[in-house]
């Protein structure tokens, strides 16, 4: 039976290791994590992430040929390929900052790795990485001198949170980056391609070299933020001059050469993926004085910002140019619906923008009100956490949709209405709800990259 490791037991490879689990009941699979609440938790009937599908596809497997341990040196022991989903986030503090990714937790486990080895393994990278880091984590395992062999291979994860499930059982591709000039290295990617072929056809695996996989995957997600912040410039123009931004997008996405996938003017983009990786590009670009090449990479986060700010300036223009003291109430806090990660939400520059023009807060949502208590942690006083979308929306002056949780569309939104301060204001930063049906009810509403429906 081959074994394999996972260090990382968070959005990517607690899910990733659940599929290869299911579709691979020949292999023993341990997720290893130094955090004994999140294990835990994956031991639990509440696992530490919400996404749908997730707790039938771990229960399935969990004590079977799936574990999930906080003993990561042992895993690392008995492993033949070792996974590493760590958390790469955007630097905090010194050279980079803001931009470049904080690889401390990654060097970690490479020495992790070197100091509980002793036969050669695969090192499969699982996280993203800004390029060529690859190399280093190979010169941190492949000391000289030692018996012991490490292949890194690069394999990005390409799912997205609310859908991973479906993700990783039908994947557009699967990349594997690796070492294609030695007879070892192209082993280890045949290894890796093994585990795969047990349920994604031979064609949609594809393999490069290393650095075309780390990249493609920063690349990927620069190309869809791109999608999201061109369409939210349009939401821009199409505000000013009364187009409607859902018809142009439309009317574009017919075109097949465009297509009609991501083209959803949205309060802005988030989620762990999009900024951290454009910001990886944009520094690894720099790195190599290409200014203009950064520029141009920089300004799809830049839209993203504005589009965020835009909103709330236009929540206050319209409540007449002052909110201090008006009760707000936020639906959805999530960066996207089903899932209750809040990493990068639009919610959080929302909220904070919204406390700064001194608003009584208060916010709700199906899945994320424990992440969103601490990304609201300083403005404790001042923000009111409600699960009862009904109970937030009592004596609100304004509804402001961040989230586009289907069962939002489902709520009785005259009963809502009724139990709000008038005139009743509606944001919806989304495009999801029956615009008419709720001019028609009573409020005033503002979507995005549209005219408004007021009662004036
Ligand atoms: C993304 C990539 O899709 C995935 O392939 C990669 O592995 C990780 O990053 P994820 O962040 O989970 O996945 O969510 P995604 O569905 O891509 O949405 C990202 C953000 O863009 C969300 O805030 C979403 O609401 C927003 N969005 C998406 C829009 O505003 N408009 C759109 O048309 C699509
Ligand atoms: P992602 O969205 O990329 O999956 P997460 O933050 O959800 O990222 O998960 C990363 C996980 O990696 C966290 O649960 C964290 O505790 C774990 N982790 C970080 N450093 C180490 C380490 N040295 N050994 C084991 N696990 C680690």
Known sequence: MKTILCIGAGYVGGPTMAMIAKKCPGYKITVADINPARIAAWQSEELPIYEPGLLELVKECRGKNLFFSTDVAAGIREADIIFVSVNTPTKTFGEGAGMAADLQ??????????????????????STLPVRTAEAIARILNVP?????????????????????????????????????????????????????????RERILTTNVWSS????????????????????????????????????????????IGPKFLRASVGFGGSCFQKDILNLVYICRHYGLHEVADYWHSVVKINDYQKSRFVGRILASMFNTIVGKRIAVFGFAFKANTG????????????????????????????????????????????????????????HALVFVTEWPQYQKLDFQRLYDSMAKPAFLFDGRNFLDHEKLFEIGFDVHPIGKPSLEHK
């Open 214 to 257: 780390e990249l493609s995957k920063l690349v990927a997600n620069a190309f869809l933020a791109q999608r999201i912040s061109s369409v939210n410039s349009i939401s821009a123009l199409a505000e000013a001059t009364e187009a409607d931004v859902e018809e142009v997008a439309r009317a574009i996405g017919m075109d097949s050469r």
């Open 105 to 126: 937790y990654w060097e970690k486990v490479a020495r992790e790795i070197l100091a509980n080895s002793d036969r050669d393994k695969i090192v499969v990278e699982k």
């Open 341 to 396: 990660d809040t990493r990068e939400t639009p919610a959080i520059a929302v909220c904070r923008k919204l406390l700064e023009e001194r608003a009584a807060l208060v916010v709700t949502d199906p899945a994320a009100l424990p992440n969103a208590k601490k990304d609201l942690a300083d403005f404790a006083d001042r923000v009111a956490f409600e699960p009862d979308p009904y109970k937030a929306a009592a004596g609100a």
């Open 145 to 201: 001198g030692s018996k012991v062999r490490f292949e890194i291979l690069s394999n990005p994860e390409f799912l997205a949170e609310g859908t991973a499930i479906e993700d990783l059982e039908k994947p557009d591709r699967v990349l594997i980056g690796g070492n294609q000039t030695t007879e070892a290295g192209r082993r280890a990617v045949e290894e890796l391609v093994a585990v795969y072929a047990h349920w994604v056809p």
